[in-house]
């Protein structure tokens, strides 16, 4: 695994730290990780990136290499020797972390992840902590609505090579497949997240040839009934014609390129006319979820997508505004809840419980609460997964979590889940929320 | 070093290497990165991510793990034994790279990284350095777009949080920093790369304590003159006027929202009348080029900017077109240019050089032609890097490769580095180039 470490942090997160374990080491501090706004075309998000980020903070070390680095370091060189010979070196991340499931529906302002710890420890895991469950939820949430648009057709992930940098092309190929996608094209991350591994070829197969037919027929020779053939390299109908005299039965041929509704349609017909009836269609190129959902409107004869950059990079949305805010403190028995009024970016002080309220198997509306708001109905979205640093159970396998997704975003109303202008589920604030940001301290 | 590993690949480039050991084994392969069309409002890219890409090509191995598992793999069932019990414990990375220096200038269509290997090992290394080289180049690019805006005050790379994973945030704070940010937040990037690394402090560390000036004093009573005091968590003027009162002498302050000219002129005007002219103002909040080009010209006392999301994440274009291209391949000693023709996506046949032709300094226009048309002027673009696997020389520094980039955008034309409506460089292709394309085979 290549987990974050202790260093991949933001300075300011342990000068911050020197100075909670100087003034305030009694400290203890609740942070909530929420999305403050959704990016547009997006009404909710599937939470994703939790393994992770568990994995990370049960694992965090500074180690003595690292420490011997940090006293280098010239904006710590005011920090208590202390800080250096004591703190780092014992260091563990001991809180407790409350979160939604991965695959969980979650929309704007709700609490996807809550760690209450020593002031140090929850300040250090913010950078982390908020890359992880931000990156793989962003793209768990464009993989939702690509798998929406096909429609019941299979969804390839094939992005890896437009990811940014190859950690990011693993956790993209994750977070697609447990928002929907079938497979996906990343050997390593189907190895190490059990996914389902497929592939077809590539054009530089084809031009290693000096023809076209024989490219093809070299591959089917190694290959056979599995091999996908990839027809666009030259001329795609001439190629399709070509491998249905020469006798070759793949298991499906791929056109990366052109009118794909044309091209697919003259396709399927030339190989039903050489009795290949089994042999599927699968387009990719630049592919989103519009152009899917037009392809799967005009009735195009596909039989599944390949997509990547939109996927793997959420190009139209790749900065999604995760944020970890302060929402308690306490410091000798007294608990504060706390709020921040920068212009535009207000919080919601204490710690949070958010409930789905369904109808029929149908999601009604959601309400923020406070923890201890217990007389709200519905299904409380926060459990707890951690305590005393230690995660209550295994991670769940992708299966379960592919499972969970489908349910429940299975439970949302088309409103929320359409394409084109989706309406979000409405988020009551809960009125002991409300009545605390109201009184809330430095109001 | 967490370097991509063999298995951080697609999976058709697995079943390709089987089927070229198994009927091609004498083939060499040339293939040409590059990047087919820039996105809206580029006119150039700054290249970068070579020393990654290098490590990785030298460090390539299957380790017997990996082997293991990928005989478990259905797609791979019908690959000849050979395959693993020969091919991939073998496996090294043996071929020539040529490739544009770190911080250079290319525009579109210009080789960055050219790979001549067994067809094997150049076609299983095309996912990862395809994924190294866009991301970095991405990023250096949009951070010299950042920095122009800047005029000359120093951006401060504060992305880590809004990138695609961890090692995307190291990456982004390495190319950042490679095109010109003056620091990162990024702490294992600075160590890692020796960048120099700031910070400042978070809306946290204010809602932490029961009132803001405590909050200050705390902090500048551990780090002195280098504090950084983040001003707008409640009042941004009421926080000005209160630390001068309290007679706080912080190197700097940040503001993170409002209108930031308004707000960034009563600041300064508190400072100044409270004796704090070297108290710096620091400014950000999800800034990016034409947002700091406004505060520029405005002329708002900023000294500093901060950026995070528009850098990290490429925001505006998350997934640059890298594309790597087979243009020639050699079997039984005969040579032969090889293009793709499909809809939109022809490529240029043949192993590439490029030259820029300046004069007093300025760059003209570049040539495209073939390596063999040495009667070119200009200057010749790549350079040999690696041969029979092995770097030819150990990896600059990141100061060099500042400099390099320095001088190299200093190189071009307003009309190229405008922020808006820029324009290429043109790019020219040799007659020689363009012969062999017209008559390139499967013409």
Redesign the interface.
């Known amino acids: 695994m290549?987990l974050?470490?202790a260093?991949?942090?933001?300075?300011?997160?342990?000068?911050?730290m020197?100075?909670?374990e100087?003034?305030?080491p009694g400290?203890t501090?609740t942070?909530e990780l929420f999305v403050r706004e959704l990016p547009p075309e997006r009404a909710f998000l599937v939470a994703a990136g939790l393994h992770q980020a568990l994995d990370y903070l049960e694992s965090l070390r500074f180690t003595s290499d690292?420490i011997a680095?940090?006293r280098t370091?010239?904006?710590l060189a005011?920090?208590?020797a202390t800080f250096f010979d004591t703190v780092l070196p014992n260091f563990r991340f001991r809180g407790e972390v409350w979160a939604v499931d991965e695959g969980e529906v979650v929309f704007a302002h709700e609490p996807i992840l809550r760690v209450t710890a020593r002031?140090a420890e929850a300040?250090l895991v913010?950078?982390?902590l908020?890359?992880?469950i931000?990156?793989e939820t962003s793209v768990a949430s464009k993989a939702s609505r690509v798998v929406k648009a096909a429609a019941g057709r299979p969804v390839i992930e094939?992005g890896?090579?437009?990811?940014?940098?190859?950690?990011?092309?693993?956790?993209?190929a994750r977070a697609a497949c447990l928002a929907g996608c079938s497979a996906t094209?990343?050997?390593?991350a189907?190895?190490r997240y059990s996914l389902p591994?497929?592939?077809?070829?590539?054009?530089?197969?084809v031009?290693?040839f000096?023809d076209e037919i024989e490219a093809f027929r070299?591959?089917s020779?190694?290959?056979?009934a599995?091999a996908v053939l990839l027809i666009?390299?030259?001329?795609t109908i001439a190629a399709a014609e070509r491998l249905v005299e020469a006798g070759l039965t793949p298991s499906a041929v791929r056109i990366?390129?052109?009118d794909l509704v044309t091209v697919s349609r003259s396709v399927r017909a030339i190989l039903d006319a050489g009795g290949l009836r089994a042999t599927r269609i699968i387009v990719s190129g630049d592919l989103d979820e519009h152009q899917i959902a037009q392809l799967v409107s005009s009735g195009a004869p596909v039989d599944s997508f390949g997509v990547g950059?939109?996927i793997?990079?959420?190009?139209d949305a790749?900065?999604?505004?995760?944020v970890?805010?302060?929402v308690e403190?306490e410091r000798h028995g007294r608990i504060?809840p706390?709020?921040?009024?920068?212009?535009?970016?207000r919080t919601l002080p204490g710690r949070k419980q958010v409930w789905r309220v369904a109808e029929n198997g149908q999601a009604l509306y959601d309400v923020i609460g406070l923890t201890e708001d217990t007389e709200q109905k519905g299904r409380p979205l926060l459990t707890c997964v951690m305590r005393h640093g230690q995660r209550l159970a295994p991670a769940p396998d992708l299966a379960a979590l592919q499972e969970n997704a489908r349910q429940r975003l299975g439970e949302l109303p088309t409103s929320v889940t359409a394409l084109d202008e989706p309406v979000p589920l409405t988020a009551r604030i809960s009125p002991a929320l409300d009545a605390l940001a109201r009184s809330a301290?430095?109001l």
């Open positions: 290549d974050p470490r260093l991949d942090t933001d300075l300011y997160q342990l000068t911050m020197a100075g909670y100087a003034v305030a400290t501090c942070f690292e680095w940090l370091v010239p904006a005011p920090a208590p002031a300040q913010e950078t982390a908020v890359a992880m931000t990156f094939f890896s090579r437009r990811a940014h940098g190859l950690e990011s092309a693993r956790l993209a094209s990343n050997v390593e189907a190895r591994l497929v592939g077809t070829m590539a054009h530089s197969w031009m290693a000096d070299a591959y020779g190694l290959f056979g599995q666009d390299t030259y001329d990366d390129s052109g950059t939109s793997s990079t959420v190009r790749p900065g999604l505004g995760g970890y805010k302060l403190m504060t706390t709020v921040k009024l920068s212009a535009g970016k301290h430095h």
